[in-house]
């Protein structure tokens, strides 16, 4: 049996989940009412229940996420809540908190969120044991973990391929609540690691000034796709609930055509496509034409780059040229004849600020701006807003999605009988009672009538194959064909849905032990009914979630594997041959009133960010 491969693309809404399945997605994640990791990307039931429906013609699938840590007052809607998404027919659960694992559930499958961190095979193999059917693994990890953690614990794997990347351990991150109480475990994170900073060192020097600092720069480890399935990556999921249905048409369609090749060529042998149909594009897609932030391969190949995107927090766009000179009140940029009236383009101004251009008019290969600002010759011109692009992409017949079917047109004794067999092999059959005459000239209208089923218009088919057994050359009046087609289109679509097998599965409580003892705040148990499921698997020790119980001034607010020392050059284990001179800690971000102190944890290779009052040992450098 071929394993399955999928691409899960995000839906801020209903109308970005079927555009998400017209292009080509082979599942879709959508926030229901409530307890989503986006607090602004929520959907009615209803909603969720018409994505349900036009997934499933596709055999795609729809996961609702709920994976935000949950308050003992909130634990029953999020219970009755989850029974009304297993009765609208929804695939799968994205989870984080250990509540749900304790609750009267209908047997639906629940997949574990990045949000509960998984990074150790010991802990995602605890989980597969306990009941959960997929894991959605940390983004931090390399090619060489993701293949232990598949070996060792089994279970269905999936992982971010494209899109923003958390600077922080997915769950992990307080800094968000510990200056404003939003937290980002409950779905309103504020972005803190979007803001500028000063970086200051333990001398009390300011290194850098008024630079993003912890903003990096966007996924995209597309070309490793082949490398992760053989991992045991499954599904490859899009970042992006917030995304515009632009992003989201570009993102699938681009991942489609990438996965396919490898479907139909190297990978064909083992590996399938995850649900039906064949997609057809208007445009072409590019992940450089809508919103990124410059792209990284993160950790997949370990670490061996720069991934910061210091300069601004905002979508950096495409490449086109440098400035080449100021005319008059117009840029001349190389490859200029690219760029369309509308364009909006970046560029990074002399106070290293990212800094931004609307075109009013491009025309033979200069640009004039709405507002003509200073730019240096041989400045790096970025397009962040390709106009042009945009208005293709925006258009529904952009990305169709067809299922391929065959027909048959035969006679029968009272009449005409017409088969539709689609690609999966279901088939639909409709009888017409009509009296048999022949043709007035005598002569066969099989092509006419291979024409009028040929045209399947707005329907999700293609006939691809179209037959005709006559005996004679019978007659038949175009409204009735067309009323033959209709019909076995629309029972077709009535029978895949009855068709449609969604996997359940019913929870079994366990009492398996968890590998750890010992829990510290960064488990997020913020509920008596997580804190009961992790005593029953042995825990004794629970610290209450950061959310309820944070110390303000002197706590950790984020562990992440992102390193400003790396940045900076002044790696002691990765650099060590052009660290020069050592920075002197402790170093601190500044932004106003906001201080943190970076602690550097050599041994696992990560950097903790703690608030300004913390006390800690600043590790020395026992690596030379």
Not at 151 to 176: H, I, P, Q, R
């Amino acid at each position: 049996m071929k394993k399955k491969i999928e691409i899960l693309a995000p839906a801020k809404d209903l109308i970005g989940g079927m555009a998400a399945i017209n292009s080509g997605a082979d599942a879709v994640y959508i926030g229901a009412p409530q307890f989503g990791a986006r607090s602004n990307a929520n959907n009615s039931i209803e909603d969720v229940a018409a994505l349900v429906q036009y997934a499933h013609l596709f055999n795609a699938q729809v996961f609702v996420v709920m994976n935000t840590i949950l308050y003992d007052n909130e634990l029953e809607t999020c219970r009755s809540m989850i029974w009304e998404l297993y009765d609208i027919g929804v695939d799968a659960l994205i989870i984080q908190d250990m509540a749900i694992m304790e609750m009267d559930l209908p047997p639906i499958v629940l997949h574990a969120s990045t949000q509960a961190n998984n990074r150790d095979a010991d802990k995602i193999k605890f989980l597969k044991d306990a009941g959960i059917k997929r894991v959605v693994l940390a983004r931090e990890l390399n090619l060489h973990q993701i293949k232990t953690i598949y070996d060792e614990a089994d279970v269905e794997l999936e992982f971010f391929v494209t899109g923003a990347l958390c600077v922080s351990f997915s769950g992990n991150c307080y800094m968000s609540v510990a200056n404003g109480e939003r937290s980002a475990n409950r779905g309103s994170c504020a972005q803190n690691c979007r803001l500028p900073y000063n970086l200051i060192d333990g001398n009390g020097e300011t290194l850098i000034r008024n630079s993003h600092l912890l903003s990096i720069k966007d996924l995209d480890i597309s070309e490793q796709i082949p490398n992760l399935i053989e991992a045991g990556i499954v599904s490859f999921k899009i970042e992006g609930r917030l995304k515009d249905v632009v992003y989201v048409k570009n993102n699938v369609s681009y991942l489609r055509q990438k996965l396919d090749s490898y479907l139909e060529g190297a990978g064909s042998e083992k590996y399938m496509k995850a649900s039906s149909g064949t997609c057809t594009y208007t445009f072409d897609s590019s992940l450089s034409r809508t919103f990124n932030r410059g792209y990284t391969d993160y950790f997949v190949n370990d670490r061996h780059s720069s991934i910061g995107s210091w300069e601004s927090p905002k979508s950096k766009g495409q490449y086109i040229g440098k400035l080449i000179r100021t005319v008059g009140n117009a840029y001349e940029i190389e490859n200029g004849e690219l760029l369309n009236n509308g364009d909006g383009l970046c560029f990074i101004n002399e106070n290293n600020e990212a800094d931004g251009i609307y075109v009013n008019k491009a025309e033979n290969g200069k640009i004039y701006p709405n507002v003509l600002k200073e730019v240096k010759d041989g400045t790096f011109i970025y397009r962040n807003n390709d106009a042009a692009f945009i208005k293709i992409v925006e258009r529904e017949d952009s990305a169709v999605r067809k299922l391929s079917t065959t027909l048959l047109l035969t006679e029968t004794e009272t009449g005409f009988e017409l088969i539709a067999t689609d690609e999966d092999g279901n088939v639909s059959v409709v009888n017409l009672e009509h009296v048999k005459e022949q043709t007035k000239t005598g002569e066969s209208i099989e092509e006419n009538i291979k024409t009028q089923l040929a045209k399947t218009g707005f329907t999700p088919y293609t006939a691809d194959e179209i037959n005709i057994m006559f005996s004679q050359n019978w007659f038949l009046p175009i409204s009735k064909i067309n009323e033959m087609r209709r019909t076995v289109y629309d029972q077709l679509t009535e029978i895949r849905l009855a068709n449609y097998k969604r996997e359940e599965h019913q929870l079994v409580k366990t009492s398996h032990p968890y590998p750890e003892t010992k829990l510290d705040f960064m488990y997020n148990v913020s509920n008596k009914t997580a804190r009961k499921f992790y005593e029953r698997h042995g825990v004794t020790e629970i610290e209450k979630a950061f959310e309820l119980q944070w110390d303000p001034g002197k706590s950790r607010v984020m562990t992440t594997k992102y390193c400003i020392k790396y940045e900076l050059k002044k790696c002691p284990i990765h650099q060590k041959d052009i660290v020069g001179v050592k920075v002197k800690e402790p170093l601190v971000l500044k932004q106003g009133e906001l201080e943190y102190k970076l602690k550097f944890n050599c041994k696992p290779c990560e950097m903790e960010i703690w608030e300004k009052d913390a006390e800690f040992e600043i590790e020395e450098d026992h690596f030379h």
